[in-house]
């Protein structure tokens, strides 16, 4: 097929799809950022200024290729991405003029122009439509379906020797953390076509979020079990935690997108979204899993007896959060940074709120596992015939030195001395796995107990001295602590699960029918599911739910990931 043929193709199927992460889709502390891996030697080449490069070679006089090399005359570079808000920048500073968009230019003579810079809340589709009319940039950030699409319309170019040839050896040893995967998800055909944001999983556990002011003032104790939990769930609606004499608190939170309920789920050993061995060995989707309908049962129990919101379904995440700065919600599933964010702007609204985190629970004598899948959810590609691709290897270069090599500086490059998230600004970055758990955790835990912070890097010390100034009575660390702290924190909460992760047995890119059909099957999946937990559908309609799921397409994305796992 013709490339134009393709990318016409692509248009008429097309689905709407996030461009980059939001700002509430990063974690919002330097929760993910790569860790300390540079060396010496990559320190003193990234801080020689007069080691500058030829724009058209990117090579020194002897033609040694320097992984941080200053282009000479400097380039310009155009990228697209979601914009930050105006309150994530200080000093006059924006998203086209920053900290790192400076550093880029100074360090290694790229100048980057943004072409255009979404709005998180309505321009969510706004790179498929420049992927369908092959509008693209120079370089970018892409979903695992786009990437497939860009790749099948050849509209991105081989980044392999790219790769090889400019990755830093502490880029190169963090992409070898997880056994070359998220490498091996983004080569086609022996060709590499994207860099994967790499990262870790376990920072994408489902935590248990409680109002603690409320148990304590109900008198009641940390759930150990599921039915615990229910309890509490239903003392939440029932006892008026919030003391203003009327029957408006709800226990459980969850919305149309039915979002929220991952770790419920995986109370009753369902897994959405990521696949599992079955008895037989072969991988199945967590979706269609007999656990998955006990599940359901339960919240259609939980929804006849009033203990879920009864307008859930037409309340989408942005009104449930509206919910817990109302003062309504006391449960909540979810992910280890929402100490910032939604609870830290509901504790200022309301004053004496209280959330702590806790693992999630079983609803019978196995233990809860948490389910996690691939940590892989973005790709950083070149446009086909660009002509500096290795921009992209560059920048992450950059990215790790500078926020922990031995220039790093982590008040002028990741978080300001005012608590501004520098760390969101650069448009390229990649995530050491056990970054923050169990590593920064157990440095803070460690530094906290003998109050000796030697060892820190600038990241761990910069945490140490927010937990440290919380537990001396600053409430403007709240969120940091709940997060990071040594106890009743996020992390600590992860750091129990680290040897017991549920990890989704398919760790290839998107198969050819789940670009084309995974679509149509979520669309169904939510429709039924929300009948269902509403009494409109009785459970059984799961098993008719499920024969339709492989009929659209679940059976030949079960061939093609089953076909995948036997190769590895």
Not at 357 to 377: L, N, Q, T
Request: with cysteine.
């Amino acid at each position: 097929m013709a490339r134009k043929e393709r990318i016409t193709l692509f248009a008429a199927c097309l689905l709407t799809t996030s461009l980059m992460l939001s700002a509430c889709g990063e974690n919002n502390n330097a929760g993910n950022e790569a860790s300390k891996q540079s060396t010496d030697s990559e320190s003193t080449t990234a801080n020689n200024s007069a080691n500058t490069n030829t724009a058209s070679t990117n090579t020194d006089a002897e033609g040694t290729v320097d992984p941080f090399g200053k282009y000479d005359p400097p380039i310009t570079v155009h990228s697209v991405r979601m914009a930050l808000p105006a309150d994530r920048f200080e000093n006059g500073d924006t998203n086209e003029n920053n900290v790192w968009t400076r550093e880029y230019e100074s360090a290694l003579g790229i100048k980057l122009v943004y072409d255009w810079l979404g709005d998180p809340s309505g321009d969510s589709n706004k790179l498929d439509i420049s992927i369908a009319s092959n509008d693209i940039p120079d370089t970018f950030g892409v979903t695992t379906k786009q990437m497939n699409q860009l790749v099948e319309g050849e509209q991105i170019q081989d980044l392999t020797e790219v790769w090889e040839k400019y990755a830093s050896p502490a880029l190169k040893e963090l992409a070898n953390q997880d056994g070359g995967l998220a490498i091996k998800a983004a080569t086609f055909d022996g060709k590499l076509m994207a860099i994967p944001k790499f990262g870790g999983n376990i920072t994408s556990a489902d935590i248990l979020w409680i109002r603690t002011d409320w148990m304590d003032k109900l008198g009641l104790q940390q759930p150990k079990t599921m039915d615990e939990l229910l309890k509490i769930s239903e003392a939440f609606i029932t006892k008026d935690p919030d003391g203003n004499g009327k029957n408006d608190t709800f226990g459980l939170a969850i919305s149309k997108e039915l979002s929220g309920l991952t770790g419920f789920y995986n109370g009753f050993h369902a897994y959405p979204g990521i696949w599992v061995k079955d008895a037989s060995g072969k991988l199945t989707n967590g979706n269609i899993a007999p656990e998955m309908k006990t599940a359901l049962s339960e919240l259609q129990k939980l929804y006849k007896a009033g203990y879920l919101d009864k307008e859930f379904a037409v309340k989408d995440g942005g009104k449930v959060i509206e919910s817990i700065s109302q003062n309504k919600v006391g449960i909540y599933f979810g992910a280890n940074w929402y100490s910032y964010w939604p609870f830290n702007d509901a504790r200022k609204q309301n004053p004496g709120m209280e959330w702590k985190p806790f693992p999630i629970v079983s609803a019978d004598d196995k233990p809860a596992i948490p389910g996690v899948g691939f940590p892989v959810y973005e790709y950083y590609v070149a446009k086909d015939g660009f002509e500096h691709p290795e921009v992209i290897v560059k920048m992450l270069n950059l990215w790790l030195e500078r926020a922990y090599g031995e220039t790093a500086d982590w008040t002028k490059y990741s978080v300001s001395a005012k608590g501004t998230e520098l760390f969101q600004y650069p448009v390229f970055q990649v995530f050491a796995p056990n970054k923050d758990v169990p590593d920064n955790y157990l440095a803070i835990k460690g530094a906290v107990e003998s109050k000796d912070t030697a060892t820190l890097n600038p990241e761990q010390k910069s945490l140490y001295e927010k937990i440290t100034a919380f537990m001396n009575g600053d409430q403007e660390q709240w969120a940091t602590y709940r997060q990071a702290g040594p106890t009743e924190s996020s992390f600590e909460v992860l750091a129990g699960y680290k040897d017991t992760l549920l990890t989704t047995g398919y760790l290839g890119a998107n198969t050819p029918t789940m670009v084309e059909k995974q679509g149509v099957l979520d669309k169904l999946q939510n429709e039924t599911f929300t009948k269902i937990i509403m009494g409109a559908a009785p459970i059984d309609e799961f098993d008719k739910f499920v024969e339709q799921w492989k009929k659209l397409g679940g059976d030949q994305i079960t061939s093609e990931v089953n076909d995948w796992a036997a190769k590895q």
